[in-house]
């Protein structure tokens, strides 16, 4: 796949929720994923570890009321979109995020991705 249909594939996935299996079907297996200083998992390397992370971020939302991303924007072997939440996480109150992401595509599978967004406390 090319750069443009793995961002087209993931911004779908992502429009449907199915974050998973955005994971399953386009991440590679030595997937590097980066978060800013002050979330909870700065750095995880690897399939398995990216499935964890995903997981672990599953377990401290207690409800979803909205999410919106942007198309991408694609240039070489990478692409952005912005993907705005609204959620409310467990024993917090509702709480809107907001973030840039930065993924690199190699042989036609998400090799890295980076998030640029202001961390916040969770649990309040």
Same mark, same amino acid.
């Given at each position: 796949?090319?750069?443009? @249909?793995?961002? #087209?594939?993931? /911004? ?8 998973? &299996?955005? %994971?399953? =079907? ?28 995903? @997981?672990?971020? #599953?377990?401290? /939302? ?8 942007? &198309?991408? %924007?694609? =240039? ?49």
């Amino acid at each position: 796949m090319t750069t443009q @249909e793995v961002a #087209n594939q993931l /911004v779908a996935y992502c429009k449907q929720g199915q974050f998973n &299996e955005a %994971i399953n =079907a386009l991440y590679g297996d030595n997937i590097v994923s980066i978060e800013p200083d002050g979330a909870p998992m700065k750095e995880v390397r690897g399939l398995d570890a990216v499935k964890q992370k995903s @997981e672990h971020f #599953n377990s401290m /939302v207690e409800e979803v009321h909205g999410m919106e991303i942007s &198309e991408p %924007i694609v =240039a070489d072997t990478f692409f952005a979109c912005t993907m705005k939440m609204d959620v409310t996480f467990k024993g917090a109150p509702r709480s809107s995020m907001e973030e840039v992401c930065l993924y690199k595509v190699e042989n036609g599978k998400i090799t890295q991705e980076e998030f640029f967004f202001t961390p916040q406390n969770p649990q309040g």
